[in-house]
């Protein structure tokens, strides 16, 4: 940016105005010369002047001055009682609002979003703004009032969906007394909770029986008896089959339940169990018979995760530590079901510390058990990912060991709850810690809309495309949209596009990879649209407040009447002269 402030708007052609104004200059220069009179010098000086402030008046000079933040935003749900405080305090501010907004005296209605471009904001007022409306307004800082949250959902989380699985779906309710969430999916009513005055987290469950797109509804009746629902998408994806290697001492009965578990799951498993020293009991489940009696680099790729007892870790050979230890760093799982406290520490180790406590209440869904666990604490660390926690103590996680993951799991005898029939609380413990520490899969396209969740038809979609190499060709239902790749990051590419009418879409990158989303109508998930705004409108407050603002500049003219009376002044000075 140059340091030259000062601008010109001019009422003529430059060319014409410095040729006249020169040309004045010079005839009546010479007529003073003429003249044989006294003050010679001060009558130069006024003709000067009087040069200067033509030329002024024809030029119509600015200068560049920074914008002060000077203006007030009204958004929908502002509370007048606030706005009113506040301009006490500073009455000189002016006031914009959006089209929708409430009315408010001496405000001004912004035409279109496009004109805050050249507004000045020092404070939004209610619920904030979208996310694509910061671009227009750019890195100013400003003061965010948020408005009360209204009744409803105003936090929503739904992971990924799995058929013939427990699913949860979790959130936070904001209500003005007692009020029953219930969840009802294509089967009917699936689960529902009773919950308090304020806002209040929930967790409902349900089980889907087969892969899809599907809508549930999320069904609330308030104290007062007034009922309303939303409509929920649901995507049920189908689970992937990992090939799974068991090596194992000798047999026992957590790794047998744990083998039929996974096996119903249709996984492809292996196992390996040692009868002596030098011979081995091999088991194929959904996986052709294969050489399982030594550690190679071929036969531990050929697999997603190795569960394996930590008797047989101890007694690896140095050679096949090290195969397994590239092997796992080159990407596969591996899970080491440790039945006594490590004496030793090798790359598999999970730093942790000796306790006395060998049980632990584990809060189950719907209910709490009581589990032996290894005495051990895992010290707090960085990279270590927790997948099952008491309190402050880690049960089971994983962390990475290069493109692979390293994962462990303290609690023992685990298999007790298949016995007493509780399916779902041994697939809680499990399932998570399977699926988080395996082989990623490698995919061409990852895709990811920017965007929370609800979308409506007609506004700005942006979604994320991470690439394996290959330049993705993005499709908005069949529809061809440009992406560009990230100036910074190699392979990330962004591209924006507008929802459609209500109901399911998709994008897909080079035919091969697919994200389904769904449209909602504008009349639905009003409570969890207006939480996620206010949210995203604090954040933007905070991230503009720890970082240095662009300055903003705009052109602000000189006042003509400086010229008016400059020449009026010199003007009459050249006529006193000759009377002096």
């Not at 010098?41 to 002060?68: C, D, G, N, Q, T």
């Not at 496009?114 to 619920?127: A, V």
């Not at 058929?163 to 949860?168: A, F, L």
């Not at 006594?340 to 809060?363: A, E, M, Q, R």
């Amino acid at each position: 940016m140059s340091d030259f402030r000062m601008s010109f708007d001019p009422l003529f052609s430059w060319w014409v105005i410095f040729a006249v104004s020169a040309s004045a200059f010079a005839f009546f220069a010479w007529l003073e010369l003429k003249r044989k009179q006294t003050l010679f010098i001060p009558r130069v000086i006024a003709l000067i002047l009087i040069l200067i402030s033509l030329l002024a008046l024809l030029l119509r000079p600015s200068f560049k001055a920074e914008k002060k933040s000077e203006a007030i935003l009204l958004t929908l749900g502002f509370e007048k009682t606030k706005v009113d405080s506040l301009l006490r305090l500073e009455p000189q501010l002016k006031i914009f609002r959006l089209a929708d907004t409430e009315s408010y005296p001496h405000s001004e209605v912004l035409g279109s979003i496009q004109s805050l471009s050249d507004k000045s904001i020092k404070y939004i007022f209610g619920e904030g703004v979208a996310d694509y409306i910061f671009d227009l307004m750019g890195a100013r800082n400003f003061q965010f009032v948020p408005c009360r949250l209204p009744f409803g959902i105003v936090e929503l989380t739904v992971p990924k969906v799995f058929p013939k699985r427990k699913n949860s779906i979790s959130g936070s309710f904001n209500s003005s007394g007692s009020t029953k969430l219930k969840l009802v999916g294509p089967s009917g009513v699936e689960d529902s909770v009773r919950l308090n005055k304020g806002s209040t987290p929930f967790t409902l469950s349900f089980r889907p029986e087969q892969s899809g797109l599907f809508i549930y509804n999320l069904m609330y009746e308030d104290h007062l008896g007034n009922k309303s629902s939303e409509r929920l998408p649901i995507e049920v994806v189908e689970e992937h089959a990992l090939k799974i290697l068991f090596i194992q001492k000798f047999p026992s009965v957590e790794m047998r339940f744990l083998k039929n578990f996974l096996t119903g799951k249709g996984h492809a498993i292996a196992i390996r169990t040692q009868t002596s020293k030098n011979n081995f009991n091999e088991e194929f489940i959904n996986f052709p018979k294969t050489r399982l009696n030594q550690f190679t680099h071929e036969l531990l790729d050929s697999f997603d995760l190795l569960l394996i007892d930590s008797k047989t870790t101890d007694e690896l050979t140095e050679n096949e530590k090290s195969i397994l230890k590239k092997s796992v760093f080159d990407g596969l799982g591996l899970v080491v079901l440790q039945n006594s406290v490590p004496i030793k520490p090798d790359f598999y180790f999970i730093k942790g510390k000796n306790i006395s406590n060998d049980t632990v209440h584990l809060s189950m869904p719907g209910i709490q058990r009581t589990f032996s666990v290894l005495p051990v604490k895992v010290i707090e660390q960085p990279s270590v990912e927790s997948v099952i926690k008491s309190k402050d103590r880690v049960l089971a996680g994983y962390r990475f060991y290069g493109a692979g993951k390293i994962a462990f799991q303290f609690l023992q005898e685990t298999y007790r709850l298949e016995l007493e029939g509780n399916s779902n609380d041994y697939a809680f413990i499990w399932t998570p810690l399977i699926e988080k520490s395996s082989r990623k899969r490698n995919k061409k396209f990852e895709l990811k809309l920017i965007n929370p969740f609800p979308y409506y038809p007609n506004e700005s979609l942006k979604l994320s495309v991470l690439s394996s190499g290959e330049k993705p060709a993005i499709r908005s239902d069949d529809i061809k949209v440009p992406a560009s790749e990230d100036v910074l990051l190699d392979d990330y590419w962004k591209t924006k596009s507008w929802a459609g009418k209500s109901g399911w879409h998709r994008f897909t990158a080079n035919d091969s990879t697919t994200l389904n989303y769904f449209v909602s109508e504008p009349s639905e998930w009003k409570s969890l649209r207006i939480a996620s705004q206010v949210k995203n409108t604090l954040l933007a407050q905070s991230a503009l407040q720890t970082q240095s603002s662009v300055p903003q500049f705009e052109n602000e003219k000189i006042s003509p009447l400086i010229f008016y009376l400059t020449f009026i002044l010199a003007s009459g000075f050249l006529w006193l002269a000759p009377k002096i």
